[in-house]
């Protein structure tokens, strides 16, 4: 994702320089939730698969989906 996508304003110093970044709030939490996300794929990255077709199995099994 480009930085110009997420609407910045920059901080600077005397000189231009910048120092600090704001963020419309939505942006910013959207940002948490994809780093969040990282990190639950980075932890699970080494768990066994299921194959698709067997979570539907189950999923149906146990009343989750209907049909």
């Given at each position: 994702?480009?930085?110009?996508?997420?609407?910045?304003?920059?901080?600077?110093?005397?000189?231009?320089?910048?120092?600090?970044?704001i963020?419309?709030?939505?942006?910013?939490?959207?940002?948490?939730?994809?780093?969040?996300?990282?990190?639950?794929?980075?932890?699970?990255?080494?768990?066994?698969?299921?194959?698709?077709?067997?979570?539907m199995?189950?999923?149906?099994?146990?009343?989750?989906?209907?049909?």
């Amino acid at each position: 994702m480009r930085a110009e996508k997420l609407h910045p304003e920059y901080v600077t110093d005397s000189v231009g320089r910048r120092k600090a970044v704001i963020l419309p709030v939505e942006e910013f939490d959207g940002l948490l939730e994809d780093l969040d996300d990282l990190a639950c794929v980075a932890e699970r990255r080494n768990e066994p698969t299921v194959a698709h077709a067997k979570v539907m199995e189950d999923l149906n099994k146990d009343g989750y989906l209907q049909g």
